[in-house]
């Protein structure tokens, strides 16, 4: 399962970091075993014991799921940097792809939560006029990300127009 | 102005040939105007055969008067101002048309011929696709006699229309204008008005008190402005008044630009500081009085009737008094000048702030006047900027004239001009008559079923002496209030005119507000048609303009509250000039929700149709997408179709072309950005539309 759409013309699909896929995977842990723990006694207290057994039944199948999606997901994510747009494709379940032209960029911005930090890596977003939407790539390598915000960045100012 | 204008004419001729029996959104399909050269207006030679319709982007405009054009009007030259071709200069109708192309109105034609079935109720028919480009095909139904100059209407359009053109007769040919039965379109109309004029209100400013109707852009009132050098330059702007030289009317402006105004008495309001209009202090130590009586001095009350009542009234005089000395103070800071290109506002007390707009990023200028502010004679003026919340200026409050004053004033240094440019005239388009206005807004599920559901409750309430009803009954109440009361107040009174600095709305008759939307400001446009309004033939029709966000937006976005369809394609072609939407070819989605969704791509603009109750018609020009999105859901990967959204300016349209085979979609991004990177290298942007370089505008 690879990237849904075809790349542009003339460039090639740029992958993110293997990273991401422990990124999704700690976050989901951060969820699930909090979650399943304290659920369980809770679970367990309300209802039966029983319950609770089924509640971290639950959380361990969700958590082997989303294990593997982890990979699905960290798979989906390319970019690639046209003539003049930005191809960004992302989503799983949703799948997407988004053309930034260039010339419509306004903001550029690297970001990195403490979590992408510890691992190294970081998300790069792009802000349009179209404020509403937002176009982002998530899990690039920390120097990946800073440069290709330096090339947006520029490409940007070359090809700015008007609102 | 556009419609006056040449090109539009023979358009429209065939728009009302294609009426008859059929739902025809707007432009004949397939037909490109003829050029004109402009107004407000720049000369400018170059650029795009196609020209701008609305010729307020003045950068493509052929000089040359296009063919079968003559000048009208005794004393005038070849090259005008194509303002004047629509000043009948005699009473004839048939010299209205003598600019070479008809001036058919937007109702039936008259009584001269054995016309076609009145159109002046909805079009019959809906359901057609018109941006479909389907082909000049439609009968020419009217058998009127055609004035005698329309045979010798311009060449360009095509030669399909042209028969059509000439077979309309929807102008009325040599039938006097009383006569006119355009069903309750407004009585009688002076000669040379333009086309699409359900119903006639000269408003004050542009009243024509000559009696061929229409003058050249001048307000009557005002004399004849001191005539210009001969072979004065393209940059004279003003001219200070030559007491020597008696006044020529009218004179033949070798520059693009309009007579100076003669020296006013009054302060200049385009020059040096100034400050808001005196009557804000009281205004404002009153609102501060009223409310704090009314929320503080109520509940003191309840204290005692002697000692509430004083404690009350003292503590009120006490924050009266305090707010005089502070709105004093506040009002004497506050400043706003007109410099080059700026507008610069001066506030603040401790804390002084002086807020430099530059003027060509101007969004939108709107007067506002409340009611009380009205019958003072006041208004405020709004300067919308692209800049979110803080993109506003708003001048509280200003004297009637200082406020439209200062807002011609803006908006020509937006467009490039001298400041002193006197107002743009205007042409009216469209006035939504109280009647229609009330029922449409009533016209529509929700308005009709909450009605229903609250007259239930209310007899249940009755019958059963229940008032437990009332639990159901207030919150329908205040939301039929608000949908329905609410737009009704607001857009009592609505008149659209286009103009060379913008689409200009003026509507409200307890809030009066005059919304100007300067031409190129217009981001994607949104035409929607709830169920029922099929019945009517009436659309609304939204736009995505910079300016309006946040709560702005839900107010101002919409530009025409209701309308026939038929106009409101033709503002779409006035917004986006260059742009000919009647003639993109619509490809039908291969599994969309109804057979109404659609998805036409034209060389400059982009058009997507969707929806099965409520259809809805979005547009977007190529230059002014953001960015393009392909999305796939689960179920419409296992369909194998896919959507196209086109993003532009936050606003309420977004443009979906839903229900699209995958490949297909995938080509339709790629021809999408293509087309808007070709787009934005051929534009600049809006900015000083009438005096930029020559770069093809909107392309």
């Not at chain 2, 004047?84 to 003598?98: F, I, K, L, Y």
Request: charged share 20%; net charge positive.
């Amino acid at each position: 399962m690879g990237v849904a759409f075809a790349a542009p013309p003339g460039s090639e699909w740029s992958r993110v970091s293997r990273r991401y896929v422990w990124y999704r995977r700690l976050v989901l842990a951060a969820v699930l075993v909090p979650g399943g723990g304290a659920g369980a006694f809770l679970v367990g207290g309300v209802f039966t014991a029983a319950a609770g057994a089924a509640w971290v039944v639950a959380c361990v199948v969700l958590g082997g799921l989303g294990w593997y999606a982890a990979v699905l997901t960290g798979r989906s994510w390319a970019y690639a940097e046209g003539q003049a747009d930005l191809y960004l494709c992302h989503g799983v379940v949703v799948r997407q792809l988004v053309v930034v032209p260039y010339g419509r960029m306004q903001l550029v911005d690297v970001t990195a939560n403490l979590l992408e930090q510890g691992l190294g890596i970081a998300t790069v977003r792009v802000y349009t006029a179209a404020s509403t939407v937002e176009a982002y790539i998530a899990g690039l390598p920390l120097d990946e990300a800073t440069r290709l915000r330096d090339r947006l960045a520029m490409r940007s100012e070359t090809y700015s127009t008007g609102l | 102005m556009s419609e006056d204008q040449e090109p539009t004419q023979p358009r429209s001729a065939a728009w009302l040939a294609e009426r008859h029996g059929r739902e025809s959104e707007d432009t004949a399909p397939g037909q490109r105007p003829p050029t004109w050269s402009g107004g407000w207006f720049g000369l400018r030679g170059q650029g795009r055969g196609e020209g701008d319709r609305n010729g307020h982007s003045g950068a493509s405009r052929p000089d040359a008067t296009p063919p079968g054009r003559e000048p009208s009007g005794p004393g005038e030259g070849g090259l005008l101002p194509a303002m004047r071709e629509v000043t009948p200069p005699t009473g004839r109708r048939g010299a209205t048309a003598a600019p070479g192309a008809p001036q058919p109105t937007f109702g039936p034609p008259p009584p001269s011929g054995s016309g076609p079935p009145s159109v002046s109720g909805p079009p019959p028919e809906s359901g057609l696709t018109p941006p479909s480009g389907s082909p000049a095909s439609g009968p020419p139904t009217t058998s009127a006699s055609p004035p005698p100059p329309l045979s010798a209407s311009p060449s360009a359009p095509a030669p399909g229309a042209a028969s059509r053109l000439a077979a309309t007769g929807s102008l009325p040919a040599a039938a006097p204008a009383p006569a006119d039965p355009a069903g309750g379109f407004g009585g009688d109309r002076p000669e040379g008005r333009p086309r699409f004029e359900p119903a006639w209100q000269v408003l004050p400013q542009v009243s024509a008190p000559a009696p061929a109707g229409w003058r050249p852009y001048r307000a009557p009132t005002r004399p004849a402005p001191p005539p210009r050098p001969a072979g004065g330059g393209e940059q004279v702007r003003f001219l200070p008044p030559n007491g020597n030289a008696a006044p020529v009317p009218p004179p033949v402006p070798t520059s693009p630009y309009p007579p100076a105004p003669p020296f006013r008495p009054e302060a200049d309001i385009t020059r040096g500081e100034h400050r808001l209009h005196m009557a804000t202090v009281p205004l404002r130590v009153l609102m501060v009085t009223l409310v704090f009586f009314a929320t503080l001095g109520v509940a003191l009350l309840g204290l005692g009737p002697e000692f509430g009542l004083s404690l009350a009234v003292g503590l009120t005089l006490v924050v009266s008094l305090v707010s005089c000395a502070y709105s004093v103070a506040a009002w004497q800071a506050t400043t706003f000048e007109l410099r080059e290109d700026h507008l610069v506002l001066r506030t603040g007390l401790l804390r002084r702030v002086a807020r430099e707009v530059p003027l060509s990023r101007l969004q939108a200028v709107d007067i506002v006047r409340p009611l009380i502010i009205q019958v003072l004679g006041l208004a405020e003026l709004r300067v919308e900027l692209a800049g979110g919340d803080r993109g506003e200026v708003r001048l509280r409050y200003l004297s009637l004239r200082t406020a439209q004053r200062l807002r011609a004033a803006v908006l020509a240094h937006a467009a490039g001009l001298a400041g002193q440019t006197p107002e743009a005239p205007e042409w009216r388009f469209f006035h939504l008559s109280f009647g229609r206005l009330l029922g449409a807004l009533a016209f529509r599920i929700p308005v009709l079923a909450g009605s229903a559901l609250f007259l239930a409750l209310i007899a249940v309430g009755i019958v059963f002496a229940e008032l437990g009803v009332l639990g159901g009954a207030i919150p329908l109440l205040l939301a039929l209030m608000r949908g329905f009361l609410g737009p009704l107040l607001r857009y009592t009174d609505f008149r659209a005119s286009l103009s060379p600095d913008g689409l200009r709305l003026r509507y409200g008759v307890l809030q009066t507000r005059m919304q100007t939307v300067p031409p190129g400001r217009v981001q994607a446009i949104r035409i929607v048609q709830p169920v029922l309004w099929r019945a009517l033939g009436v659309v609304r029709l939204e736009a995505n303009v910079a300016g309006y966000v946040g709560e702005r937006q839900m107010d101002s976005s919409t530009l025409l509250p209701v309308v026939p369809r038929n106009l409101a394609f033709t503002l779409v072609d006035h917004l986006f000039p260059g742009t000919d939407v009647a003639s993109v070819r619509l490809e039908p989605a291969r599994r969309g929700w109804s057979r109404y969704d659609a998805l036409g791509v034209d060389d400059t603009v982009l058009v997507t149709r969707r929806g099965l109750l409520c259809r809805v018609t979005e547009i977007v020009p190529h230059v002014r997408v953001q960015d393009i999105r392909l999305v796939e859901g689960p179920v419409s990967r296992l369909l194998g179709v896919a959507s196209v959204v086109v993003d532009t300016a936050p606003g309420p349209a977004r443009a979906w072309a839903v229900g699209r085979d995958r490949a297909e979609a995938c080509r339709i991004v790629e021809t999408v950005a293509a087309h808007a990177r070709e787009a934005r290298a051929g534009s600049e942007g809006p900015e000083r539309w009438v005096t930029r370089g020559d770069i093809p505008a909107g392309r």
